[in-house]
């Protein structure tokens, strides 16, 4: 049994779809993604695919957008697992499979970064998991404030790095996390 898993968070289709989807960032974000799973796999790393299920839109089964981005690399997925809350780790069956599974660790990637991957990396802190939180490997957008005021992607993506680190995560690069795995 291996201690650590990679953890490739909602990096599906239904986001296309979004009105606030945006290329910016996404040739690096798979860029980084890719070589962090090819280093899992090279390393015989189980990798959890999380895929985020509505009931409706492009969220929704039906819809057929819930299913992994074309630029994601081929690779072995250890399990898949459907969840309908912004944490992976709600009403899905993924702690009990990690504890069955000898898992500890988990690193942690996808779409968006100060959502279901900052909820999830909390979360399984709190179970007593060890997160390694890769940023880099991780998408998000631009937003506004309730004012207005824009706020851009990658102070977003700092911001979440501020929260987690040294509380609920080891904020890691790609090299980083695979040397850690």
Known sequence: MTSTALLVIDVQQSFRQRPYWQETGVPAFFSALNRLIAGC??????IVRILHVEREGPFSLASGHVRPMPELSEHPVAAEFHKSRHSALVGTGLET?????????????GIRTEQCCETTARH???LGFEIDYVTDATLTFDMKHPDGAPVAANDIKRRTELVLAGRFAKICSVEQALERA
Not at 97 to 103: F, V
Request: no cysteine; hydrophobic share 45%.
């Open 41 to 46: 796999v090279e390393r015989k790393v189980p």
């Open 97 to 109: 499979w990690l504890i069955q599974n000898g898992i500890r660790r988990l690193i942690v990637s």
């Open 124 to 126: 399984a802190s709190d």
